[in-house]
């Protein structure tokens, strides 16, 4: 039986995600997708699967970059935690509650107003659902050897 990969390389600790059917006939998954790239929904596949924050990460930059304009998005190849939602990439406020109910739609969050408010950087938004994620994923010790 595989486990799912530790959340850190100092932690003792993996997320536990619920199995199920493959990530490829969840219909719901796809839809939420749909005009995103295809490593975005590997990754949320992955993710699913795994727990693997590093899938995580993809995940959110790919529901991001979906909504950033074409002439904007290599800002987010670099993955600069620093990069400011409104001033470098473009994002207003009718925008960032999209990618908000876009990110609920596809991961096992629930961002409210008050969060939402207060996201400034590409930083924020992915710390915050890192350790949302995690604190709702149930949390096991892995085995010692």
């Known amino acids: ?51 693997r924050p590093a899938d995580l990460r993809a995940v959110v930059d790919g529901v991001i970059g979906r909504y950033v ?9 670099g993955r600069g935690d620093e990069l400011r939602l409104i001033e470098d990439l473009g994002l207003d ?3 960032l509650m999209e990618i908000v109910i876009r990110l609920e739609d596809v991961l096992p969050i629930s961002i409210g107003d008050d969060d939402l408010r207060r996201f400034r950087t590409l930083g924020e938004i992915r710390t915050w659902i890192e350790r949302h994620v995690a604190s709702l994923a149930s949390v096991v010790p892995l085995p010692q050897t």
């Open 1 to 51: 039986m595989a486990q799912a990969p530790r959340l850190n390389p100092d932690s003792n600790r993996v997320l536990s995600l619920p199995s199920g059917p493959s990530c490829i006939d969840d219909a719901r998954l796809h839809a939420a997708l749909k005009y995103c790239s295809p490593s975005t929904y590997e990754a949320a596949c992955q993710f699913r699967q795994t727990g």
């Open 69 to 77: 304009e074409p002439e904007l998005r290599p800002h987010l190849a």
């Open 93 to 95: 406020s009718l925008t």
